[in-house]
């Protein structure tokens, strides 16, 4: 399928900006609209394009001065949430990972944000654009029993399903994470991340991450600082991990061996939190990892690609043993 090129005619000019600029000014101000502009003469105005593949995650900054507070954007029915920028070198404002669905429909959608200060809110309006990925098809071959449950089988999995879909309702408040991401296993890549999956003959869900094959074993480290949200021994995961790095952000590691952490410990990136294994639906040893970003199911690897290395300035810092800030409470 053609994918749509960004409509360049959306794109405002610097003069454009300034005439916005005046307007608000003229209008009695509306916003700090001036410092939101001021920061960033090279984007040329408020509005810009972004474009990214499917399973993807685009960094979204916005500039912004102290009076704003809070900063949160709208992206295909998901809310996206912002966090101060802490990157050395990098000028004042909100950073926001939008990770774009891998099964997100191709074409240009509408990423709104609206910035807080004060009493006032502004919105901001982008446009995305989502480029269809070629993920591969995969035949598999697996005893029937792994594939077609019985009744019972039927049952634990969508008590499962319920289970972890509640855990990873309540998203903690804060940006757990302050470093650069690390690769939880060095093992072989399998790059079957999104691929169609056809289970004795028949289609099932894609693939919602990557397998890295592994010797039983290898140790499996926590790609960021967080909180084990979940530690389960589940009929197709096996025995997992779902981390919580706070603001909607989740990374798993599934067919583990042996767990080497409890739910509700805070991680450090690079921690050892379990071993390879075959356990669950797996048709070896091998480690699958998966990443959820404000509900999207990105390529874990995406992370690794991120332009945050090294260690930031002025993260919050990582709970203690206990669970990350109460659901509900607004963001610092
Ligand atoms: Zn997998």
């Known amino acids: 399928m053609k994918v749509p090129e960004p409509r360049q005619t959306l794109r405002r000019s610097p003069e454009w900006s300034r005439v916005l600029l005046v307007a608000a000014v003229l209008s009695g101000g509306i916003l700090p609209l001036e410092l939101l502009l001021g920061a960033t003469p090279a984007a040329g105005g408020i509005e810009e394009h972004y474009r990214g593949k499917q399973g993807n995650i685009l960094v979204i900054k916005v500039p912004t001065d102290d009076t704003v507070t809070h900063v949160q954007g709208r992206f295909l029915g998901r809310t996206i949430s912002f966090f101060p920028e802490s990157r050395r070198d990098e000028s004042q404002g909100f950073v926001g990972l939008l990770g774009l669905d891998l099964q997100d429909e191709p074409g240009t959608h509408p990423l709104t944000v609206s910035v807080k200060s004060g009493e006032r809110t502004l919105t901001l309006n982008y446009s995305v654009v989502v480029v269809k990925e070629q993920f591969r098809v995969e035949h598999l071959k697996l005893p029937r029993d792994k594939v077609d449950l019985d009744e019972t089988g039927l049952a634990r999995w969508k008590a499962e399903q319920q289970l972890v879909q509640e855990a990873l309702a309540a998203d903690s408040q804060v940006r757990l994470w302050q470093s ?79 767990l080497l952490v409890k739910e509700g410990e805070a991680v450090k990136a690079g921690q050892i939190i379990g071993k390879v294994g075959a356990t669950g639906r797996a048709t070896g040893p091998h480690l699958h990892w998966g990443v959820k970003l404000n509900g999207a199911r990105v390529n874990p690897y995406a992370l690794l690609d991120l332009p945050f290395k090294g260690v930031m300035e002025s993260a919050a810092p990582a709970p203690v043993g206990e669970p990350a800030a109460a659901v509900g409470a607004p963001a610092p």
Do not use: C, W
């Open 180 to 258: 650069g991401f690390v690769e939880p296993v060095n093992g072989k890549r399998t790059g079957i991340f999104g691929s169609v999956r056809i289970m004795n003959g028949q289609p099932r869900n894609p693939h919602n991450g990557e397998d890295i094959g592994a010797p039983p074993g290898t140790d499996v480290a926590a790609t960021n600082d967080g909180v084990v949200r979940l530690a389960v021994d589940h009929i197709f995961s096996g025995k997992g991990v779902y981390l919580d790095h706070g603001l909607g952000f989740y990374s798993m590691y599934f067919h583990l061996s042996e």
